[in-house]
Each structure stands twice: as structure tokens, then as C-alpha cells.
């Protein structure tokens, strides 16, 4: 499902105006590190899972749905790394304006579940696992940047950091 339909109803009261959605990443990676990506179908760009959250959904119900509509991977939510304001207008090409709080999610495989990725929908041309130093291209601008973000909090995390946040110019800080 490419527009949720709550999204279609308000777009028939707003038009293109931005409208604030709240949206979620998935960073899915395996045992062996390779992580998931999907080419976009509306830009060609290959991207992390993402989504939007649906009225009265917790956002990382959110990132489980979405990575089995979109990949057919089972996933688990392992960690919540940062939530975060979008800085920009998204303009789609239809004209709807959006911005976005996102939350990024760092995801395994739900042992037992299903790791082999397909097509699920219509919003994506292709999926896969890729290696870190063989990311697809072109690579969204957005997920080089939640990669860092990922791996940043991972550095925090395996250094026993647990009291590290992010602000919300990407820079670490220490409570």
C-alpha cells in the first residue's frame, strides 16, 4: 500500500499543504552484518525499510509491518537509536508536501521467520541484503545519513556508553 488511507482522506480536506507525519526506519541487519535495503520504485533511490505510522500504532509495530509488507522479512526491534525531526519539506511528485519525525529502529531477523527478501509491494523494484562496503547505488541521502547514525550509537553502545543521546544536529552528548 503505497498512501495509507487516512493520508488520502486528510489530502481531500488539505490538498498538497505539508502535512507532519510520524515515520520509522528499519537498519535490519543480520548475524553475518549484511543489512536490508529496497530500490524506491517512486525515485530509484535504495533505502533502509521505512514507513509511516498509522493512527494509534506504536511506531515500532510500525517498523515490523513494514519491513514484511515491503521485503517479506520477518524482523524484531532490538533498539530504538534516535528519533528525529525532519529538517525539510518533502515534495512528492504529485505535489503533497510532508515532514517527518522519524524513528530509527535497529532491527534483527525474528529467529525462526523468514529472511529471504521479495518484492512485497508496489513501492519498491528490488530488495536485498548488502554489505557495508557494498552498498547499491544510488543510495538515499537519508539513509547514508541513518547508517551513521546507526553505527554511532552502536561505537556508544559497545563502549558501555548507555547514557549517550543524540541531539538533534547528529552530534553526541553526554547526560
Known amino acids: 500500500m503505497a498512501t495509507p488511507e487516512f493520508i488520502l482522506e486528510l489530502r481531500k480536506r488539505i490538498g498538497h499543504m505539508p502535512l507532519w507525519l510520524m515515520g520509522v526506519t528499519g537498519y535490519v541487519r543480520r548475524d553475518d552484518g549484511l543489512i536490508l535495503l529496497e530500490r524506491r520504485s517512486d525515485n530509484g533511490q535504495w533505502t533502509l525499510v521505512t514507513g509511516i505510522n498509522e493512527p494509534g500504532e506504536e511506531p515500532a509495530d510500525t517498523v515490523v509491518r513494514e519491513a514484511k509488507e515491503e521485503t517479506g522479512v520477518d524482523v524484531i526491534v532490538t533498539d530504538l537509536v534516535s528519533v528525529k525531526s525532519g529538517d525539510r519539506i518533502i515534495t ?84
Not at 104 to 133: A, H, I, Q, R, Y
Request: glycine letters at 10%; aromatic letters at 10%.
Open 92 to 175: 512528492y511528485v504529485n505535489g503533497d508536501q510532508t515532514w517527518y519525525m522519524d524513528h530509527l529502529f535497529l532491527c534483527e531477523v525474528k529467529p525462526g521467520g523468514n529472511s529471504e527478501p521479495m518484492v512485497g509491494d508496489d513501492e519498491s523494484t528490488s530488495v536485498g541484503w548488502f554489505s557495508l562496503d557494498e552498498l547499491p547505488e544510488p543510495l538515499g541521502a537519508s539513509t547514508r545519513e541513518r547508517i551513521g547514525y546507526v553505527h554511532e550509537y552502536l561505537r556508544h553502545k559497545a563502549e558501555g556508553d548507555a547514557h549517550a543521546q543524540f541531539t538533534c544536529d547528529g552530534v553526541t552528548e553526554h547526560l
